[in-house]
Structure formats: C-alpha cells, structure tokens
C-alpha cells in the first residue's frame, strides 16, 4: 500500500486520538479539564481502582498529555496542554447529539 505525505503527516496525530479512544482516559482528561487532581480524587470521583487510575495516567503522562508534580508522598496530575481537553469535550458533546 502507497502511502502519500499528506497521510503520512497525521500518523502521529492518529496516535494521540487512538490514546484518547479508551473510555478510562477520556474520563481522566476530563476530570483534569476542571484543574490538577491528585490521584486519589481521580479514583473517588471515577470510582476506579486505584491500580487502573495510575495505569492510565502513566500512558497519558507517557504520551506528554498529562504533567505529575510530586508534593510529599502525594502526586497531582494536571493537563499539559488544554487543547487535549477541547478535544474530548469536543468529541464528547458530539455524541451527545442526536442524529
């Protein structure tokens, strides 16, 4: 299969939509849409387990979409760029509509 430059220049944007695909990390993002959450308040507001939570904010941290700052024994998460926040807002309330 040929693959043209055009195509070849939105593999990487494709990665990061396919990142934000998993139901888990959408709720994340928009959880940290509303400003920095420490993982605890992620795992009680998405009534994850806390093992899920971590295992998603490491593929979001992995991906640079998402910034962790320790403070003591206790880490905060935070969007590195609002515009990943718009994005699934975005994609959200597109759903929502009705056909």
Same mark, same amino acid.
């Given at each position: 299969m040929v693959v043209s430059v055009l195509t070849k220049t939105y593999e990487g944007r494709a990665s990061c939509l396919k990142l934000l695909s998993a139901p888990a990390?959408?709720?994340i993002v928009g959880e940290l849409a509303d400003g =920095?959450?420490?993982v605890h308040e992620l795992?009680?507001?998405l009534?994850?387990? *806390? =093992?899920l939570v971590s295992q998603h904010l490491r593929i979001l941290r992995d991906a640079r979409l998402v910034s962790v700052?320790?403070?003591g024994r *206790?880490?905060?998460y935070a969007l590195v760029d609002l515009h990943?926040?718009?994005i699934v807002t975005d994609a959200v309330h597109h759903?929502?509509?009705q056909p």
């Amino acid at each position: 299969m040929v693959v043209s430059v055009l195509t070849k220049t939105y593999e990487g944007r494709a990665s990061c939509l396919k990142l934000l695909s998993a139901p888990a990390r959408l709720a994340i993002v928009g959880e940290l849409a509303d400003g =920095p959450r420490l993982v605890h308040e992620l795992v009680d507001r998405l009534e994850m387990s *806390q =093992p899920l939570v971590s295992q998603h904010l490491r593929i979001l941290r992995d991906a640079r979409l998402v910034s962790v700052e320790r403070r003591g024994r *206790q880490a905060v998460y935070a969007l590195v760029d609002l515009h990943v926040a718009h994005i699934v807002t975005d994609a959200v309330h597109h759903s929502e509509e009705q056909p």
